[in-house]
């Protein structure tokens, strides 16, 4: 027997055991996953309970809410929710102009950005209004129920973050809660709900999600973490690729299916953002973020303030390279008579690792499609050279470099799309680094989100939730929490402190309103006309406040005993709710029980898939060494 023949016969034995092991393994996780339907069914019908009794307690706490609103709008509208904010002070003439504003239970810290953008030169008497780092502003009093009565010329921090740090001082108190001025804050209950990778299910391609801004008809996604700050080095395993989807929790962002076309960093302030507390935030302003561009464009802005959630999700068409297409090359000027194995190339997306075999004809041509000493042509190298992670569409690049043409014009490289194969050997596997200290962590990133309808029986554990924190899933790495590393690509002296994101199921913000209104004049005798949202008012001496408040009439009785009575079934609801002789937290102990049976079995999943992604690894490599050992050169070589 010829060595050449030895070794086939050993590599032929090789690949059929590693077959056999895939199918083996493949096997195993649909079986696993018929046992882990009995929990998940289970499962799924305790959190359907617990999830409509909390609606129930979050369906009245809305009826509050509509009742405040009809005393704000219609014939019998007694309320006002504006408000007039300073800015643009004349500390010479001791005056300055005033805007009126909409009260909002999210902050001031864009507006004060845009009064910045918009004047320049404008201070918000005392600090400058440029910039998301104003940490307070200005406003005229609007309600008798403050210290020193209607029309005081008074401060409130931006956001929720700004009023806890600037607390009590000499001259002002501050916490929270204060910017909610005209709003009475109320907690929505939820189900947190903490998954990892591992407990998703073998159909779900799910990535991570994060608290994002983009800009209206802009395509550039800004993520509000720093990098790293889920526990992958982004350059040797990055969580974000071409070719990813994108989706958005708010209606009208991303209007139909999203792509990520290119990855890049810049830099975020992350400091006065009501979700700090969340993943990675630093202890300084400024931190490197990654920039995802998407196709298409964005339909309507997002800011870092609204707390809005943005999901990655792997591609699920994605596979080795099946077939390809006609190929684009530059004509007959190639070397003749070549033969080239194992030629790299580079994808549009997030395909990598296929390799071709590229012929010349003795013209120095390539064939269209095919391929022949005769005609030339493009085939993949040898089968199991597809790579991983293409898309069906995707195009694929050879550098006329790789075949044997010196440095020059890109017009000689080669370019073709490819369909994928999604099943085979690679159904259910994993993708796989060579290093095994880079693959995929069955605990990292941990994603953490409020349960929705949607997504009833979701999580490795859940909890009930009152906190009043943002609504928003974001991802991070429990290892990390407490910790301080370098996540700044660009400067590892840098430290970021990891804290668990700050997500809860919200607040409800009861327009409570003031009994006055901005009002452009208020002279003697002449009913005063209403400002309107965004109007103007310049040039205003403090001693002339009074001028520019309106006090509206009151209320009438049936509008108060509504509201009363909707107040009063809350308090019945939620006491029934949380008095229950510990009934939900039993459901909730009960579920939790449920999902931890439920998580081994998604970790036996999740190690036969880790085994089948390793397996086509080692296929990948007996195939090559194969088509290597097949071919003419080698084999006379080696006799």
């Given at each position: 027997?010829s060595?050449?023949?030895?070794m086939?016969e050993k590599?032929?034995?090789?690949?059929?055991d590693?077959?056999s092991?895939?199918k083996?393994?493949?096997?195993?996780?649909?079986?696993?996953?018929?046992?882990?339907?009995?929990w998940?069914?289970a499962?799924?019908?305790?959190?359907s309970?617990?999830?409509?009794?909390i609606?129930?307690?979050?369906?009245?706490i809305?009826?509050v809410?509509?009742?405040?609103?009809?005393r704000l709008s219609?014939?019998?509208?007694?309320?006002?929710?504006?408000?007039?904010l300073?800015?643009?002070y004349?500390?010479?003439?001791?005056?300055?102009d005033?805007?009126?504003?909409?009260?909002n239970?999210?902050?001031?810290?864009d507006?004060?950005?845009?009064?910045?953008?918009?004047?320049?030169?404008?201070?918000?008497v005392?600090?400058?209004?440029a910039g998301i780092a104003?940490?307070?502003?200005?406003?005229?009093l609007?309600?008798a129920?403050?210290?020193?009565?209607?029309?005081?010329?008074?401060?409130?921090?931006?956001n929720a973050v700004t009023?806890a740090?600037?607390?009590?001082?000499?001259s002002?108190t501050?916490?929270?809660n204060?910017?909610?001025?005209?709003f009475e804050?109320k907690?929505?209950?939820?189900?947190?709900?903490y998954?990892?990778?591992?407990?998703?299910?073998?159909g779900?391609?799910?990535?991570?999600s994060?608290i994002?801004?983009?800009?209206a008809g802009?395509?550039?996604l800004?993520?509000?973490s720093?990098?790293g700050?889920?526990?992958?080095?982004?350059s040797?395993t990055?969580i974000?690729?071409t070719?990813?989807?994108?989706?958005?929790?708010?209606?009208?962002v991303?209007?139909i299916?999203?792509?990520i076309?290119?990855?890049?960093?810049g830099?975020a302030?992350l400091?006065?953002i009501?979700?700090?507390?969340?993943?990675?935030?630093?202890?300084?302003n400024?931190?490197?973020?990654n920039?995802?561009?998407?196709?298409?464009?964005a339909?309507?802005?997002v800011?870092?303030?609204?707390?809005t959630?943005?999901?990655?999700?792997?591609?699920?068409?994605t596979?080795?390279?099946g077939?390809?297409?006609d190929?684009?090359?530059?004509?007959?000027?190639?070397i003749?008579?070549?033969k080239?194995?194992?030629v790299?190339c580079t994808s549009n997306?997030?395909?990598?690792?296929?390799t071709?075999?590229?012929?010349?004809?003795?013209?120095g041509?390539?064939?269209?499609t095919?391929?022949?000493t005769?005609?030339g042509?493009v085939s993949?190298?040898?089968i199991?050279?597809?790579?991983?992670?293409?898309s069906?569409?995707e195009?694929i690049?050879?550098?006329?470099?790789s075949?044997g043409?010196g440095a020059?014009?890109?017009a000689?490289?080669?370019?073709?799309t490819v369909?994928?194969?999604?099943d085979g050997?690679?159904?259910?596997?994993?993708?796989?680094h060579d290093?095994?200290?880079?693959w995929?962590?069955?605990?990292?990133p941990?994603?953490?989100?409020?349960?929705q309808t949607a997504?009833?029986?979701?999580?490795?554990?859940?909890s009930?939730?009152?906190?009043?924190?943002?609504k928003?899933s974001q991802?991070?790495?429990?290892?990390?929490?407490?910790?301080?590393?370098?996540?700044?690509?660009?400067?590892?002296r840098?430290?970021?402190?990891?804290d668990?994101?700050s997500v809860?199921?919200d607040?409800?913000f009861?327009?409570?309103?003031?009994q006055?209104a901005?009002?452009?004049s208020?002279?003697?005798g002449?009913?005063?006309?209403?400002?309107?949202?965004?109007?103007t008012n310049?040039?205003?001496?403090?001693?002339?406040v009074?001028?520019?408040?309106a006090?509206?009439s009151?209320?009438?009785?049936?509008l108060d005993?509504?509201?009363?009575?909707?107040?009063?079934?809350?308090?019945t609801?939620?006491?029934a709710?949380?008095?229950?002789d510990?009934?939900?937290k039993?459901?909730?102990d009960?579920?939790?029980a449920?999902?931890?049976?439920?998580?081994?079995l998604?970790?036996?999943?999740?190690?036969?898939?880790?085994?089948?992604?390793?397996l086509?690894?080692?296929?990948t490599?007996?195939?090559?060494?194969?088509g290597y050992i097949?071919?003419?050169?080698?084999?006379e070589?080696?006799?």
């Amino acid at each position: 027997m010829s060595l050449t023949t030895e070794m086939q016969e050993k590599i032929y034995k090789s690949l059929d055991d590693a077959y056999s092991q895939v199918k083996f393994f493949q096997d195993e996780v649909v079986l696993l996953d018929n046992d882990k339907s009995g929990w998940d069914q289970a499962i799924f019908k305790v959190d359907s309970q617990l999830f409509g009794e909390i609606q129930i307690v979050n369906r009245a706490i809305d009826d509050v809410k509509d009742a405040y609103n009809d005393r704000l709008s219609g014939v019998g509208s007694c309320k006002s929710d504006l408000f007039w904010l300073a800015y643009n002070y004349d500390s010479t003439e001791d005056e300055y102009d005033l805007v009126c504003c909409k009260i909002n239970g999210n902050g001031y810290t864009d507006l004060i950005s845009q009064l910045g953008a918009d004047y320049p030169s404008a201070n918000l008497v005392g600090e400058s209004a440029a910039g998301i780092a104003s940490t307070f502003f200005y406003y005229i009093l609007p309600s008798a129920n403050g210290v020193g009565g209607i029309g005081v010329l008074t401060t409130s921090p931006t956001n929720a973050v700004t009023g806890a740090e600037q607390g009590t001082t000499d001259s002002f108190t501050h916490d929270e809660n204060t910017f909610r001025f005209g709003f009475e804050p109320k907690n929505y209950y939820g189900l947190k709900y903490y998954v990892e990778p591992y407990q998703l299910d073998i159909g779900d391609t799910f990535v991570t999600s994060f608290i994002g801004t983009v800009n209206a008809g802009s395509n550039q996604l800004t993520v509000m973490s720093p990098v790293g700050s889920t526990g992958q080095d982004p350059s040797v395993t990055p969580i974000y690729k071409t070719g990813q989807l994108v989706t958005c929790d708010k209606e009208g962002v991303l209007t139909i299916p999203t792509k990520i076309i290119g990855i890049n960093t810049g830099t975020a302030d992350l400091a006065q953002i009501p979700t700090t507390g969340a993943a990675g935030v630093v202890t300084t302003n400024v931190s490197t973020v990654n920039i995802l561009s998407v196709d298409p464009v964005a339909g309507i802005a997002v800011s870092a303030f609204d707390s809005t959630s943005f999901s990655i999700l792997d591609n699920p068409t994605t596979g080795p390279v099946g077939v390809i297409s006609d190929i684009t090359s530059n004509g007959e000027v190639y070397i003749p008579n070549q033969k080239y194995h194992g030629v790299p190339c580079t994808s549009n997306f997030s395909g990598e690792g296929a390799t071709f075999s590229v012929f010349t004809n003795a013209s120095g041509g390539i064939a269209t499609t095919g391929i022949s000493t005769i005609a030339g042509g493009v085939s993949l190298d040898i089968i199991g050279a597809g790579g991983l992670g293409y898309s069906n569409g995707e195009t694929i690049t050879i550098a006329g470099t790789s075949i044997g043409l010196g440095a020059g014009t890109t017009a000689n490289d080669l370019s073709f799309t490819v369909k994928t194969i999604q099943d085979g050997r690679f159904r259910f596997g994993f993708t796989l680094h060579d290093d095994p200290t880079f693959w995929p962590k069955p605990s990292d990133p941990q994603t953490v989100g409020i349960m929705q309808t949607a997504n009833l029986g979701i999580g490795g554990r859940i909890s009930l939730d009152n906190s009043g924190d943002p609504k928003g899933s974001q991802s991070w790495d429990p290892a990390l929490e407490g910790m301080e590393i370098p996540m700044d690509p660009t400067n590892y002296r840098i430290l970021t402190r990891v804290d668990a994101p700050s997500v809860g199921a919200d607040k409800a913000f009861w327009k409570v309103g003031f009994q006055t209104a901005p009002a452009r004049s208020k002279p003697g005798g002449v009913p005063p006309i209403l400002a309107h949202e965004g109007e103007t008012n310049g040039s205003q001496a403090i001693s002339a406040v009074e001028n520019h408040l309106a006090t509206l009439s009151a209320c009438d009785a049936s509008l108060d005993n509504t509201i009363n009575n909707a107040l009063s079934i809350v308090t019945t609801k939620e006491a029934a709710f949380t008095n229950e002789d510990g009934r939900n937290k039993t459901m909730v102990d009960a579920t939790n029980a449920l999902r931890e049976e439920r998580n081994e079995l998604c970790m036996r999943i999740w190690g036969s898939r880790t085994a089948i992604g390793d397996l086509n690894n080692k296929i990948t490599r007996l195939e090559s060494l194969k088509g290597y050992i097949e071919d003419e050169t080698i084999e006379e070589i080696i006799e």
